[in-house]
Antibody, heavy 121, light 107 residues
Framework: EVQLLESGGGLAQPGGSLRLSCAASGFSFSSFAMTWVRQAPGQGLEWVSSITASGGSTYYTNSVKGRFTISRDNSKNTLYLQVISLRAEDTAIYYCAKGPIATDPYYFEYWGQGTVVTVSS | EIVLTQSPATLSLSPGERATLSCRASQSVWSYLMWYQQKPGQAPRLLIY???NRAAGIPARFSGSGSGTDFTLTISSLEPEDFAVYYC??????????FGGGTKVEI
């Protein structure tokens, strides 16, 4: 059974930082692209960042470029999102999601339950 | 960036009725259109990928159709557990991967 378990969310001040993690199990983690998707309170879904299976390519939505860094440790079956220079508009539930193939995220077959990031002073 | 517009924003129906949800793209996405279901307090769940392919474990009452810029998700006969928010998503042109704003199917 595929399982994705996010952690690392919490309350951060504007300008602060957090490191989100997503522990994966039940599939060959190193064979699939992974993605972070967020959902602001009461809002829709927003793609944030993706990484290929090898970690060799990363992609970001414009609003987080230069502030967020996606990475993965295939030996630990874990996906990360380092977030710095946080803004109020980054407040959201952050989901990690598994893609269907190694080289492109395309769509999201499985999702974690999410970790909540709140940016407030 | 490809913009996806979903309509209606809210669909009020009764169990057993047919639901028809629309997703329109700002430019052609060919057949690269997905549908997700999200219930309150839960993560989204993939229903349909590439227009018409049901994801694993998705009941046959869910079907997708369309091409180019106009797509439809049909729920043939609503079950109580189908009342939720539905999102479309395109993968034709990325980054960014984009989602529609959602359609809420309510009782």
């Amino acid at each position: 059974e595929v399982q994705l378990l996010e952690s690392g969310g919490g309350l951060a001040q504007p300008g602060g930082s957090l490191r989100l993690s997503c522990a994966a199990s039940g599939f060959s983690f190193s064979s699939f692209a992974m993605t972070w998707v967020r959902q602001a309170p009461g809002q829709g879904l927003e793609w944030v960042s993706s990484i290929t299976a090898s970690g060799g390519s990363t992609y970001y939505t414009n609003s987080v470029k230069g502030r967020f860094t996606i990475s993965r440790d295939n030996s630990k079956n874990t996906l990360y999102l380092q977030v710095i220079s946080l803004r109020a508009e980054d407040t959201a539930i952050y989901y990690c999601a598994k893609g269907p193939i190694a080289t492109d995220p395309y769509y999201f077959e499985y999702w974690g339950q999410g970790t909540v990031v709140t940016v407030s002073s | 960036e490809i913009v996806l517009t979903q309509s209606p924003a809210t669909l009020s129906l009764s169990p057993g009725e047919r639901a028809t949800l629309s997703c329109r793209a700002s430019q052609s996405v060919w057949s690269y259109l997905m549908w997700y279901q999200q219930k309150p307090g839960q993560a989204p769940r993939l229903l349909i990928y590439d227009t018409s392919n049901r994801a694993a474990g998705i009941p046959a009452r869910f079907s997708g159709s369309g091409s180019g810029t106009d797509f439809t998700l049909t729920i043939s006969s609503l079950e109580p557990e189908d009342f939720a928010v539905y999102y479309c998503q395109q993968r034709y042109q990325w980054p960014p991967l984009t989602f529609g704003g959602g359609t809420k199917v309510e009782i």
